[in-house]
């Protein structure tokens, strides 16, 4: 049965994408079998893996929507274990469309509950804010994955982002849990990264992941070849750390 883990976090540009690509090909690599949620309409987590948009027939949007089946919406990716939701742009209309739709928090839930069977893990890539597409992925997930860039304003937002957990956690989805806090873009060679990762560690002294993301060109080159980093560099720092990453998940859950 797949363990759902939603990466989120309402900020823009802290690795999210980059970590739910990443993440789901180390699993897949591991021999596990993924399913990888686009749910952000820039649909980078889709295009990262070779997906081309333009022949997209249909998107998530159709399974939250128009009730299309999830099944029939799953692509393969290029790599063995790895499938994805796509999304398109069509998928900046569900936040509006969905205010006014019944039972509009767990539309996600109940499309990709049933393929739970098929999966070892379903991995959801958020948009970067807590509007109903980040809500309706809290809402299907089992666990929460939290990047957080080494940068200035790091805890900028986690408050409002903790609140939001816990009025998910009260009121739609009591089985959802924090998987682990992800730091992201370490530069060892800035005072500034140091700094953000002890503070990051205080806040969350049990959730941090011993397992920290350095910044690395490669992971950033990587998403233009349309292939996840073990893929394009499957010797990289970047390929290391996020298969590192993907064994610690493995013994969290
Ligand atoms: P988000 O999905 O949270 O908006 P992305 O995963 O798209 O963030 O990352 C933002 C940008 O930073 C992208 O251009 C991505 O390629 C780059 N990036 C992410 N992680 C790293 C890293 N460890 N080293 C270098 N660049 C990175
Ligand atoms: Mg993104």
Redesign the pocket.
Known sequence: MANIIA?A?Q???????????NLSACLAEAGKEILLVDM?P?G??SSGLGIDKVRVRHCIYDVLINGAPADSVIVRSDWEHLHILPATIQLAGAEIELVSAISREVKLKRAIDPLRSRFDFIVI?CP?SLGLLTLNSLTAADYMLI?I?CEYYALEGLGQLMSTIKLVQKHLNNDLSILGVLL???DARTNLSIQVVDEVKNHFPDEVFRTI?????R?????SHGQPIIAYDPKSR?AE?YRELAKEVLQRV
């Open positions: 990466v976090n900020k823009g540009g802290v690795a999210k994408t980059t970590t739910a690509v952000d820039q980078n987590a890539d970067p990047p860039q992201t873009m370490f993301i350095p910044r690395n060109v992971l950033s080159e990587a998403p970047g750390v």
